[in-house]
């Protein structure tokens, strides 16, 4: 019935790496959410010659965000966490270079969000048994798709 001091620290443990990782998980969904406006919006402002190419390509890259945000919601939603309706800031540019370049900035800024994410899930994983294989899978497809994102944005310069 009493649980001893070992199983009460353990608890406390889990439900502090479960925190971390709840906040960081929210964090991630609001990054999302700023790429896909930011990505739509830009699509809005790209003028030129080859702007039909841009445009097509940054609204590809809002939609793959807009599933990255499902995907980030279903996680917290395993974890019984209520998702963020906020969102991370977003970045005016001006002209396709730009445009370009903020996007690739923030890309790799949200790849390395999302690996510290991967590292704390390693973290608890034992806690997580029932958790961790859904989430890892989600979190590793997510930074597999944001890192075309960076190749492409990369190959568009």
Same mark, same amino acid.
């Given at each position: @019935?009493?649980? +001893?001091?070992?199983?009460?620290? +353990?608890?406390?443990?889990? @439900?502090?790496?479960?925190?971390?990782?709840?906040? @960081?998980?929210?964090?991630?969904? =609001?990054?999302?959410?700023?790429?896909?406006?930011?990505?739509?919006?830009?699509?809005?402002?790209?003028?030129?010659?080859?702007?039909?190419?841009?445009?097509?390509?940054?609204? =590809?890259?809002?939609?793959?965000?807009?599933?990255?945000?499902? @995907?980030?919601?279903?996680?917290? +939603?395993?974890?019984?966490?209520? &998702? +963020?309706?906020?969102?991370? &800031?977003?970045?005016?540019?001006?002209?396709?270079?730009?445009?370009?370049?903020?996007?690739?900035?923030? /890309?790799?800024?949200?790849?390395?969000?999302?690996?510290?994410?991967?590292?704390?899930?390693?973290?608890?994983?034992?806690?997580?048994?029932?958790?961790? /294989?859904?989430? =890892?899978?989600?979190?590793?497809?997510?930074?597999?798709? =944001?890192?075309?994102?960076?190749?492409?944005?990369?190959?568009?310069?």
């Amino acid at each position: @019935m009493f649980k +001893s001091t070992a199983d009460i620290l +353990s608890q406390v443990n889990f @439900m502090t790496k479960k925190t971390e990782l709840v906040a @960081m998980l929210n964090k991630a969904l =609001e990054l999302e959410h700023a790429a896909r406006i930011q990505y739509l919006t830009h699509a809005e402002l790209v003028k030129g010659q080859v702007a039909d190419e841009f445009i097509a390509r940054f609204k =590809e890259i809002a939609g793959d965000e807009e599933k990255h945000e499902g @995907m980030f919601r279903e996680c917290l +939603s395993i974890l019984d966490a209520e &998702p +963020s309706m906020g969102i991370a &800031p977003t970045h005016r540019a001006e002209g396709i270079l730009q445009m370009l370049e903020v996007n690739l900035k923030d /890309e790799r800024g949200a790849v390395d969000h999302y690996r510290k994410i991967y590292e704390k899930m390693k973290e608890a994983k034992e806690e997580l048994k029932y958790e961790y /294989e859904f989430i =890892e899978h989600k979190v590793r497809h997510v930074i597999q798709e =944001e890192e075309e994102h960076i190749l492409e944005l990369k190959t568009l310069q």
